[in-house]
């Protein structure tokens, strides 16, 4: 009697075993149509708004220019989510530094729709790079400057 209990057991528990799972047995619940990238263009100049002095020194980001581009860049391809919005155009970035030469504050010209979502992400970037100007002197005295980039931002979308 244990042997044909023992026997049961054993030719039924390999029954299952046998089993392949083909690729069309297999469901996702997500399904992606087309998927969108954003891209920029960052090789606007850097301006400086005048400032109104005899003896003016504006303000210089450590390394220079083509090192904030680049630190703008690799922050703003970590940030930007490219599913909420599309944008195609130039865009001015331009940011406020105060008399110690950090961040003050920022605006992004023009406005588009589902602009809000663009400012947060640009504004995530900007936060994370933890922007430190030497600041702009009029006369030797640090003061408040404001600096303006460009970005031509381009949006493609692709079928899969």
Same mark, same amino acid.
Do not use: H, W
């Given at each position: ?64 220019? &083509? ?6 860049? /690799?922050?703003? $391809? *970590?940030?930007?989510?490219? @599913? +909420?919005?599309?944008? &195609? ?6 940011? /406020?530094?105060? $008399? *110690?030469?950090?961040?003050? @504050? +920022? ?54």
């Amino acid at each position: 009697m244990k042997n044909i209990v023992f026997f049961l057991i054993f030719a039924f528990s390999f029954s299952n075993a046998q089993y392949v799972i083909e690729d069309n047995d297999i469901s996702e619940n997500v399904k992606e149509f087309g998927k969108q990238s954003v891209s920029y263009d960052l090789n606007y100049p850097m301006e400086f708004y005048r400032l109104q002095c005899d003896n003016a020194v504006y303000a210089q980001f450590p390394g220079g220019e &083509n090192a904030f581009k680049q630190k703008l860049f /690799f922050y703003m $391809k *970590s940030d930007i989510e490219s @599913s +909420f919005y599309s944008v &195609n155009g130039t865009f001015e970035l331009i940011i /406020f530094l105060n $008399k *110690s030469g950090n961040m003050q @504050s +920022f605006m992004l010209n023009p406005e588009v729709q589902n602009s809000y979502l663009l400012k947060r992400d640009v504004e995530t970037a900007l936060r994370k790079m933890n922007l430190k100007f030497t600041p702009a002197t009029c006369n030797g005295t640090p003061i408040e400057s404001k600096i303006r980039q460009k970005i031509n931002f381009r949006t493609d979308n692709f079928d899969i």
